[in-house]
């Protein structure tokens, strides 16, 4: 599926990204109705995903794309964990907070970063072979992505990293 993102099928594949469109849309309507103020960036983050998989789910094409900007979802079981441990009161020096954080980062430079890279040099590449109109919604969409995760890398280093090592300094 890596080497033709465009065109490549599977069944299992279709139903992944058939089963995620449902869970970003339950999402979002969560999202919408409890949290909106606190997740703008979210709920759009929603909308270009819940638009860039029903262009795959109905057109029956760029399945392999879909299920590959999965991908960036593997870091979110840490960012889901890593608020379950604020939620919860542990505190930040703690090895479960310590090791969730390196996780975090290994993840999302590995799974967030360069998936991301990855995607919009393949969207790029490939612009050719696509629609113009599919063409500018992927490369609007990997932009946005794009920036929304450099937003939440630095925001996750400010809150977690960035501190520490300023208080180092002070004391």
């Known amino acids: 599926m890596l080497t033709n993102m465009l065109t490549a099928w599977s069944d299992t594949a279709f139903v992944l990204v058939a089963f995620s469109t449902g869970y970003f849309l339950h999402?979002?309507?969560d999202m919408l109705i409890y949290d909106a103020s606190q997740s703008l960036s979210l709920l759009v983050h929603h909308i270009v995903v819940c638009s860039a998989f029903s262009l795959a789910i109905f057109n029956k094409t760029y399945i392999a794309f879909a299920v590959c900007s999965l991908l960036m979802e593997?870091?979110?079981v840490f960012l889901h964990s890593r608020k379950l441990i604020y939620l919860h009161g542990v505190s930040k020096?703690?090895?479960?907070?310590?090791v969730n954080?390196?996780?975090l980062l290994i993840t999302f430079v590995n799974f967030r970063i360069l998936t991301s890279a990855w995607m919009s040099n393949y969207v790029i590449q490939h612009r050719n072979e696509l629609p113009f109109s599919h063409f500018l919604l992927s490369a609007v969409g990997m932009a946005f992505v794009s920036v929304l995760n450099i937003e939440l890398l630095m925001t996750l280093w400010r809150a977690d990293f960035r501190r520490d090592q300023t208080k180092k300094r002070e004391e």
């Open 27 to 29: 999402d979002f309507f």
């Open 74 to 76: 593997v870091n979110s």
């Open 93 to 98: 020096k703690s090895l479960l907070y310590k």
């Open 101 to 103: 954080g390196i996780l």
